[in-house]
């Protein structure tokens, strides 16, 4: 089975919620979804592809449904002492990204494919729990299982049209 730990809406300039984001990890058993629509951030188009300085979420904006859901998800991602989640010196060109993932404390760069259509771009970055120094989290029998797998989704008719 899958756990969706995350899925988040990158905010626009234009106020429109364009792009989306969703954390999937394996679990021993059931799933739940977390959301969150406050990114901050601005993607660009470039001469050989794409590129953003930062995007950033506050772990708080995640959310299960479930209080209690809640509570375990933000003690998993360590957020009393790192309440934001970002990825910065983002660069991709044509089917290939990289750019620095900020999770719990620890910076890891990473690498990702893209799929690329006339309307949208889409990758999976997948992550390991212990390259963040994250304790695997286990609740009355379920059990997240490596790798965190992160789907991005980026509507294309939103990123600024030249360099930054």
Do not use: W
Not at 8 to 15: C, K, R, S, T
Not at 89 to 114: C, H, M, R, T, Y
Request: proline residues 3%; glycine residues 6%; hydrophobic residues 40%.
């Amino acid at each position: 089975m899958k756990i969706f730990l995350l899925t988040l809406l990158l905010y626009v300039p234009n106020g429109l919620y364009a792009h989306n984001i969703k954390a999937v990890a394996s679990l021993t058993l059931g799933s739940l979804e977390a959301s969150c629509d406050k990114v901050t951030g601005t993607i660009y188009q470039t001469k050989t592809g794409y590129a953003s300085k930062k995007l950033t979420i506050k772990t708080t904006c995640l959310d299960t449904q479930i209080e209690i859901r809640n509570q375990h998800m933000l003690k998993f991602l360590k957020n009393t002492k790192y309440p934001r989640i970002s990825m910065s010196n983002i660069s991709i060109n044509k089917d290939q990204g990289s750019g620095e993932l900020f999770l719990a404390g620890i910076a890891k760069p990473v690498s990702f494919k893209i799929n690329e259509t006339e309307k949208q771009i889409t990758t999976m970055i997948s992550i390991m729990m212990k390259d963040f120094q994250l304790e695997r989290p286990s609740y009355l029998g379920m059990q997240v299982k490596d790798p965190i797998d992160i789907f991005v989704t980026i509507d294309k008719s939103y990123i600024i049209k030249g360099t930054k």
